[in-house]
């Protein structure tokens, strides 16, 4: 069975830039109510050698991961099995990179592709001509913390939109970047990832993040499914076309004690397919709503709006999609 | 405790986004290496020359409708010059340092690696300290790299 667990996905530890150790990083992201994180240290897996030598040093799942820090955007890569040099890569050459690091299983996530780039950050905004979008697992469609707030990441949520319509199959992921703890406790969102049997390890994630099982939220936990005849779908499936009835729970409890003081309020749920919206909640969105649509083929996914961090009419939450044949 | 390696370069813009090799051999094995990198200057003191990059770099990447919360480009000064040291041995590669700090120090041994780096001997053979250029932004830096190999009853220090 799958279950969906919360995890902050892009961090950094001093074995890059980072200010924590591994040991503070994972002991701080307990505190965020995170079932598991990704560790993605700039161009080296050292943290990893590390905390596998000292097993007693993280409570907490730690994925393995890498930040491949180029000089034409980051880009996360986890599980590879071995690894593969990031200091070559050109800009029309990535997808001989990409294409490697698949053979040895990694599953690879843009980093914040609209980030500023040089002279400020050079090489953080995503520059390479990606030639197969196969090759891409996901994209880090939120950056930061307090995400709603960034036009970096409105303008990662429409590439992402623009793919999936190509027909690619990519799911989504936030993750907080997080070099150092701030003083006060910073809108940190989270990637929820549905892993068989909620058991987390490397491998678990992966196969979860290629099977398109993701959904992001700035607070409330998501469920979205359909069902179409006898048998209902959920976020990475693929179903049939025509008249389907979805239905979607929203759930203000989980996490809440991390998330609750940021103004975070749902009033509306949207549907969306090929990148229009199908599907408007009428008022105030319930808890649980469902309700018939006709899907065309291409993809489906659910939206969150309400208010966050002090704005109105923001989305605070996506799903991945679910595929429609 | 011998000097192995002791080189000075000049880094200029048109060598941002490469990578520059700087190998050597080992005729012998040591109980450890330490890789010592200094780069000057860190920061763009020329504020012109910022103000002009950064304005180039907001009007490329801020599309114009977000402009409005662009507040000056004094927001992102000042800039920085980025050289990261990465190692290879032979042909395998033993991790990254990337950390702005313009000074930095790593050991490597078998039992021990500075943060970036994992364990490895420091083993004869050859050797490989590649300079990763992310950006000069400054008309030009200094870039300085000595390596040491020490000895098995030679203890360089610990906390590197
Ligand atoms: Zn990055
Ligand atoms: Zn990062």
């Known amino acids: ?325 | 405790m011998k000097r192995i390696l002791d080189q000075t370069l000049i880094l200029k813009p048109e060598n941002s986004k490469t990578n520059v090799p700087i190998s050597f051999i080992l005729d012998k094995d040591y109980s450890s290496l330490l890789f010592q990198c200094r780069y000057f200057p860190k920061k763009v003191e020329d504020l012109e020359l910022a103000e002009r990059e950064i304005i180039k770099g907001i009007e490329k990447y801020v599309p114009q409708e977000y402009r409005a919360a662009y507040t000056g480009w004094r927001d992102y000064a000042p800039l920085v010059n980025l050289v990261t040291l990465s190692l290879d041995y032979e042909n395998e590669y033993l991790g990254c340092a990337h950390r702005h700090a313009p000074e930095q120090d790593h050991m490597i041994s078998a039992s021990h690696a500075s943060p970036g780096f994992i364990p490895h001997k420091a083993a004869a053979g050859r050797w490989k300290a590649v300079l990763n250029v992310h950006a000069i932004i400054s008309d030009r830096i200094t870039y300085e790299l000595k390596v040491t190999g020490f000895e098995n009853s030679e203890r360089p220090d610990d906390s590197i």
């Open chain 1, 1 to 325: 069975m799958i279950q969906y667990k919360a995890f902050e996905m892009h961090t950094h530890t001093l074995h890059s830039d980072g200010k924590f150790t591994p040991e503070e990083l994972c002991r701080t992201a307990e505190q965020y109510q995170f079932d598991g994180i990704a560790l993605t240290d700039h161009n080296t897996l050292s943290a990893h050698a590390y905390l596998s030598s000292h097993p007693d040093a993280s409570r907490i799942p730690v994925v393995e991961g890498i930040e491949w820090t180029t000089f034409f955007g980051h880009m996360l890569v986890l599980g590879a099995e071995s690894y593969v040099d990031w200091r070559y890569a050109k800009p029309a050459d990535i997808d001989f990179y990409l294409e490697k690091i698949r053979n040895v299983n990694g599953v690879i996530g843009l980093a914040h592709p609209f980030e500023i780039g040089s002279p400020m950050c050079t090489g953080c905004h995503w520059d390479f001509q990606v030639r197969d979008w196969n090759n891409i697992n996901y994209i880090e469609v939120w950056s930061k913390s307090a995400p709603t707030t960034h036009f970096d990441n409105a303008l990662s949520f429409r590439m992402w939109t623009q793919i999936l319509n190509q027909g690619y199959r990519i799911a989504a992921t936030a993750g907080r970047d997080w070099h150092w703890e701030t003083e006060t406790r910073a809108h940190a969102a989270a990637t929820y990832i549905g892993v068989e049997n909620g058991e987390i390890t490397t491998r678990s994630v992966c196969d979860a993040i290629r099977a398109g099982r993701t959904y992001v939220t700035a607070g409330p936990a998501i469920d979205f499914k359909i069902s179409a005849g006898q048998r209902t779908f959920a976020i990475g499936d693929t179903m049939p076309s025509g008249i389907c009835s979805c239905r979607i729970e929203i759930d203000e409890t989980k996490r809440k004690a991390i998330w609750g003081d940021f103004g975070i309020d749902v009033s509306g749920i949207r549907i969306v397919s090929n990148g229009n919206v199908i599907y408007s909640s009428p008022e105030e969105a319930k808890m649980e709503s469902s309700f018939n649509l006709e899907l065309k083929p291409g993809w489906v996914r659910a939206e969150l709006y309400g208010n966050a961090l002090g704005e109105t009419g923001k989305r605070i939450g996506f799903t991945s999609p679910i595929y429609v044949e």
